[in-house]
């Protein structure tokens, strides 16, 4: 219940200091733009981050200009184009036996073909006594949410390789999409040191072994917070010494830097991301990013950053394939990749599955003689009474 | 070789989906359903209808062409299903007799629905009862005398040169007593059978 009485009186001032935060942050972006053009020397700007050690997280330029900026090409007529997305039902700390589900949903288009698309979702129960007891929280003592995001993860891109080999066609350009990012940094709040290095290690054997078979594999992520290239400016405008301009960059995102920079259908250089966790990561899987500008509704571009293992930047035209295929995908989507809203569609648990998922769980232990255990105040939650 | 699967089912009528290789079947023409029981379910399609398979995603005007959807969009074809409603109206029992009445049960909910062949009309006719629950107690949705000039269309090409001509009038013979002599009525009806 929600009393608007209350919250008009709250609402009242959100406009005006909507206001206020645009035009100071037209005025970094003003600034931002400025400093882009200004950088020369990338070779020198990277020993000036190597030597101001900035605590903020900063994206490396791959290529020799900064202000590259690459036209992408036409997608080829006929490719393969597989892509997952997933979902779960978190362990309810209301429910005993304590468990939970993974959901992912994968779809493969053969492009440009008369072929029969595969759409399909794959639920994943985990219930197990020991495979639950090894994720538990140690003060939690409970299976912590980011915990089943990372498994989560995982699923998806081990389900995403298994469609990838069954899709893929001989003689036709494959590419594998994810949403979201591919940097695991989510996994660094576990707070369980083993169980991190072990995701690390199987999510970076998973990219291994889609770099083996030669599958370019990349992710989507529609209106980027990151500001790991601006963070690079803000180290070339001396935001790191002793004095430091008086408007910093800081608050203002790379989408809205690159808005102003690339038309649609363009897209930036390349950049290796700085993010800590990347370290964690064999050479080759380190991740790389680029921003394009993909068009929207109402002929707006918009602004995603696609991330890719490093061996996918070398591979020539690989980055290439990749843009054109979300470009693409995105002029059918709407400006969202259709493959990908197609994947999420699969994978989603509306709430009238998640109750069946449950009325299930309480039929099979009913059937064994076993009472499901739900504490008073989610029986109170589900059917409130008069 | 059924051409879809009962998804609700009642004495009355059943709602079918048709099968994706399959031709959907015509409106007013005759479907069975074999039961486990042995008995056959009849039921005329008073309905046909095509639509999203999800409840939550409606199909939108999207400027391409069906080759191009096929290419670039095949999902938005395999979204789509053909649906279609039954009116019960005859079954014949584990003896192999027919009874122009509704069946003491159901059609099972996932049975599969055959298309009955054209013939099938020289077995559903004397006395034509079945056209008396159509008359009398007709599906709401359904313009009932559209669906009857398809019933009597049927009823004439289903049967051999010689007796076709007979059996319909003996159809309309018995149309004519149900529609009270509304001559109106019985006139548009045939006018538009052949």
Redesign the interface.
Same mark, same amino acid.
Do not use: A, N, S, V
């Given at each position: 219940m929600l009393d608007f009485v209350r919250l008009q009186q709250q609402l009242r001032g959100f406009a005006a200091y909507q206001q206020q935060q645009r035009d100071l942050l037209q005025e970094k972006l003003q600034a931002a733009l400025d400093a882009w053009q200004q950088v020369g020397d990338v070779e020198a700007l990277l020993e000036e981050v190597e030597r101001a050690r900035p605590s903020w997280l900063v994206a490396r330029p791959l290529g020799e200009r900064l202000q590259e900026r690459v036209r992408v090409p036409s997608r080829p007529a006929q490719v393969t184009v597989v892509a997952a997305d997933g979902s779960q039902i978190f362990p309810d700390r209301h429910v005993e036996p304590p468990c939970f589900l993974l959901n992912v949903g994968r779809v493969a288009f053969q492009l440009g073909t008369h072929e029969p698309v595969r759409l399909e979702s794959i639920p994943r129960f985990c219930f197990r006594q020991e495979e639950v007891q090894a994720l538990l929280d140690d003060r939690l003592e409970s299976i912590s949410l980011e915990i089943v995001s990372a498994l989560r993860d995982e699923f998806e891109l081990e389900a995403l390789l298994e469609l990838a080999r069954a899709a893929r066609r001989a003689e036709r350009p494959l590419v594998a999409l994810l949403d979201g990012t591919l940097i695991r940094w989510m996994i660094r709040r576990l707070h369980q040191r083993e169980l991190e290095e072990q995701f690390i290690c199987r999510y970076v054997a998973l990219l291994e072994q889609f770099r083996r078979e030669r599958i370019p594999v990349a992710s989507y992520i529609s209106m980027p917070g990151g500001a790991e290239v601006v963070n690079l400016l803000r180290v070339a405008r001396g935001e790191c010494t002793p004095e430091p301009p008086s408007l910093s960059l800081d608050g203002l995102a790379d989408r809205l830097l690159f808005s102003r920079l690339l038309r649609s259908g363009e897209r930036s250089g390349l950049f290796l991301s700085g993010s800590h966790i990347q370290r964690a990561y064999a050479e080759p899987h380190r991740i790389v990013c680029t921003y394009l500008a993909v068009p929207g509704p109402y002929g707006q571009a918009e602004i995603a950053r696609i991330e890719f293992p490093h061996w996918v930047a070398e591979e020539d035209g690989w980055v290439d394939l990749v843009c054109a295929v979300l470009l693409k995908e995105c002029e059918k989507g709407n400006g969202y990749p259709m493959v990908l809203a197609e994947a999420h569609e699969q994978a989603v648990i509306r709430a009238p599955e998640r109750e069946a998922f449950y009325e299930l769980i309480g039929r099979q232990l009913w059937r064994s003689g076993m009472p499901v255990g739900q504490s008073r105040k989610q029986v109170s939650k589900r059917r409130p009474v008069l | 070789m059924p051409i879809g699967e009962v998804i609700e089912s009642s004495t009355r009528q059943f709602a079918a989906e048709v099968y994706r290789d399959q031709v959907p079947p015509a409106f007013g023409s005759w479907v069975q359903v074999v039961q486990p029981d042995g008995r056959t379910i009849y039921g005329l399609v008073s309905h046909v209808e095509m639509g999203s398979v /999800?409840p939550?995603?409606r199909p939108m005007a999207l400027g391409r062409s069906p080759d191009e959807l096929?290419? /670039?969009?095949?999902?938005v074809l395999?979204l789509i299903r053909t649906t279609f409603r039954a009116q019960v109206l005859a079954y014949e029992d584990t003896d192999g007799r027919i009874h122009q009445t509704l069946p003491p049960y159901p059609a099972g909910i996932h049975a599969f629905v055959e298309a009955c062949p054209p013939e099938i009309v020289q077995r559903l006719g004397r006395p034509y009862d079945f056209l008396r629950t159509l008359v009398q107690s007709p599906d709401a949705a359904v313009p009932v005398d559209d669906l009857l000039v398809a019933v009597l269309r049927q009823i004439y090409t289903g049967h051999g040169d010689p007796e076709r001509e007979q059996a319909l009038i003996e159809a309309g013979r018995v149309l004519s007593r149900l529609l009270r002599d509304d001559h109106e009525r019985l006139q548009a009806i045939l006018r538009r059978v052949v």
């Open positions: - | /999800e939550g995603r096929r290419r /670039e969009m095949p999902q395999e």
